[in-house]
């Protein structure tokens, strides 16, 4: 079975605080997402990556960071935290469009980490 | 703006078809249809996706009118199991953005 894992389910962190999200994924896909959800707002694109070492700002990148060092993994970094940045936090994975085999082009979501900044 | 609309919550009898209704009157000629939905505490979850015809696979199909300005998603016998936020898409020609609205959350009733 495919596979998208999320370091942390849980977090609690306080104002200030440097905050790492991280994913892991192995089914060796080029395209890695970050996303939130918010509850009346659907699930929002903060930040995409390609390929290794490439990103791409999403819908509302404000207050986030990236890095993608390896295929595999994906980080999202709030250099900050803020009350604000509270929220369910996705990581998504999928290969890249036109690779061979069977490829619809779907996302892979992982279970979320939902982060609460007190 | 947003690239789809759904309502926000419906309810269907177990073991009758639900269909679920979406509305993405501004998409573009390259920009797919996808379907995914969310059980709580989960991430969500691939259905079905089309760009023109309607497609069936072992979960749902996907009737997607000619103009293509809406579609509709056929759970043909829900069960408890199915219940959830569903959530249609829109993902651009280059697939980099996926357009997720709020969603629909379908409640199946015994």
């Known amino acids: 079975d495919v596979k998208v894992t999320q370091s942390s389910r849980y977090l609690v962190k306080r104002t200030g605080e440097k905050v790492f999200l991280e994913c892991v994924q192995d089914?060796?896909?080029?395209?890695m997402f970050w996303y939130r959800q918010d509850p009346g707002l659907g699930l929002r694109l903060i930040y995409f990556s390609y390929d290794v070492k490439m990103k791409e700002k999403g819908d509302i990148p404000e207050g986030y960071s990236v890095s993608r060092e390896k295929k595999e993994r994906f980080s999202l970094i709030l250099e900050s935290a803020s009350t604000n940045q509270t929220s369910m936090y996705l990581c998504?994975?999928?290969?890249?469009?036109?690779?061979?085999?069977?490829?619809?082009?779907?996302?892979?979501f992982g279970e979320g980490s939902r982060l609460t900044v007190l | 703006d947003a690239k789809t609309t759904q309502p926000p919550s419906m309810d269907c009898a177990e073991g009758r078809a639900a269909n679920l209704p979406c509305n993405h009157s501004t998409i573009s000629g390259n920009e797919y249809v996808y379907w995914y939905r969310q059980i709580h505490s989960q991430g969500p979850q691939y259905i079905i996706h089309?760009?023109?015809n309607n497609e069936t696979n072992e979960m749902a199909s996907l009737i997607i009118t000619e103009d293509r300005k809406s579609s509709t998603l056929i759970l043909p016998h829900a069960t408890l199991r199915d219940t959830a936020v569903y959530y249609c898409i829109v993902r651009d020609g280059t697939g980099n953005q996926f357009y997720f609205g709020t969603g629909t959350s379908l409640t199946v009733i015994p």
């Open positions: 089309g760009l023109k």
């Open positions: 089914m060796d896909h080029e395209n």
């Open positions: 998504a994975s999928r290969n890249r469009l036109g690779t061979s085999g069977k490829n619809t082009g779907e996302l892979f």
